[in-house]
């Protein structure tokens, strides 16, 4: 299931970025580039939940 | 009485809470630095720059221009707003013709038939900003240039001086991209903690410590995963400001080749059965993985001058920015609170490596 929807989005992300392309151009240069920083935060945040999202389930299971 | 015991009971447990904060006190200044850096490196505006003239070519006679600025008070400071063109050391001043907003006016001005030199650099100037300018290179129609030629000097009435507003400093590509440095950089100076903590714990097995691999493994494994946030981060950095997301720069090669060698010692280590004998080589490779991390991270981008990479040489890009004081006060404490963090994340992985190994064990 989680597979499923995991690379449900992955298709859909690289669908986007294939297609729009000069889209993803526009929103990144366009506020003196502040969405780059944006960006760069989501994924540290998102990279760092996500491992101790996992280093949390796994302390889980082996405590059972 | 029984209201005094409760009262006991109550203080007791909150010096029992106090004491279990007490110990944990480094974790609330992470949490208060990381919160102070997000904030400040989000909130801090950058100084005012110019961004961009409408102009390829310059000619003879009159040329009009229009120079878009950032973060500037045209509008406001119309009345003191001064443009000027430099040529060299030179300065020829023009007219504003029409203000369209904060960040945005037109201005002619008259050249003549011969200029001292190429540079050509477009400046405005108001009080409450100071002196924006646009260097970008222009073409030169029927224009002679003659190094001799003297223009009508208004050097001194030029004020060049800097703004005196606080903020990051504007740099031209980067522009608010500049506040990557207190989320990209610390990532990297992370990865070195860990892998600092590491290399520490590996020479402690190899004088015979052997169970002090828990914490090499665990600190490595948390230091990789600083690595792969920051190869990700300044991937994407990369993508706008250099226009690719990946370039043969040695900096970044290296950063691979890191990765890559740390990878390996965390994937290799299982193939080994023998605890104490896994301890034993993995702290070896270990060492070693450290060794080649210092040369191709702080030694190698060094010594070539290919780098586009600030801090490298070629580039002196990092040192000036690291000079500015408005970036130090954020960037330091970026770096210390997402050490801190790491070490934090590492505490857990540690947690996790001993009871997987007591579970091997039973």
Redesign the interface.
């Known amino acids: 299931m989680l597979n499923k929807i995991f690379f449900t989005l992955v298709f859909i992300a690289s669908a986007q970025l294939a297609f729009s392309q000069s889209v993803l151009e526009e929103t990144f240069y366009q506020s003196g580039k502040i969405n780059v920083v944006i960006a760069v935060i989501l994924v540290i945040l998102l990279g760092l939940f996500f491992y101790l999202f996992r280093l949390n389930k796994k302390i889980d299971q082996l405590k059972k | 009485m029984s209201c005094l015991l409760d009262c006991q009971t109550f203080c007791i447990l909150t010096f029992g809470e106090i004491n279990e904060m007490m110990k944990n006190w480094w974790k609330f200044l992470a949490v208060i630095l990381l919160t102070y850096v ?1 904030l400040f490196s ?1 909130l801090t505006p ?1 100084v005012p720059g110019g961004l961009a003239v409408n102009i390829n070519e310059i000619k003879i006679g009159e040329n009009n221009i229009e120079f878009t600025g ?1 973060n500037t008070h045209f509008n406001t400071d119309q009345a003191n707003l001064r443009c000027f063109i430099s040529v060299g050391q030179q300065w020829i001043e023009g007219k504003v013709t029409t203000i369209e907003s904060d960040a945005k006016f037109q201005f002619s001005v008259n050249l003549p038939d011969t200029l001292p030199s190429t540079q050509v650099a477009f400046y405005a100037y108001t009080p409450t900003d100071g002196a924006v300018y646009v260097s970008s290179a222009v073409g030169f129609s029927d224009i002679v240039i003659d190094s001799n030629t003297k223009l009508p000097d208004l050097k001194n009435k030029v004020s060049n001086e800097e703004h005196k507003r606080w903020g990051f400093p504007f740099q031209p590509i ?4 500049i ?2 440095l207190m ?2 950089v610390p ?1 990297w100076f992370s990865m070195f903690f860990l892998m600092g903590i590491s290399l520490v714990a590996s020479f402690k097995v190899l004088s015979g410590k052997w169970e002090q691999d828990v914490i090499a493994v665990s600190s490595a494994k948390v230091g990789l ?1 600083f690595c ?2 920051g190869l ?2 300044g991937s ?2 990369a ?3 250099w226009g690719t997301w990946w370039t043969r720069d040695p900096q970044l090669n290296g950063a691979m080749i890191v990765f890559i060698v740390y990878a390996a010692y965390v994937l290799l280590r299982n193939s080994i059965e023998d605890e104490n004998k896994r301890a034993r080589l993995s702290a070896v490779f270990n060492v070693f993985a450290f060794i080649l991390m210092i040369l191709l991270l702080m030694v190698m981008p060094r010594m070539v001058d290919t780098s586009l990479h600030p801090g490298k040489s070629g580039n002196p890009a990092f040192s000036k920015y690291d000079l500015d004081s408005s970036l130090r006060a954020v960037f330091y404490p970026a770096v210390i609170g997402w050490a801190m ?1 790491g070490y934090w ?1 590492y505490t ?2 540690k ?2 490596e001993t ?2 190994q007591a ?1 091997h064990v039973e």
């Open positions: 997000t989000l950058l950032y980067l522009f608010e991209t506040r990557n989320f990209h990532m995963v792969v946030l990700i981060t994407i950095w993508r706008f400001t963090l994340i857990i992985q947690k996790l009871l997987k579970s």
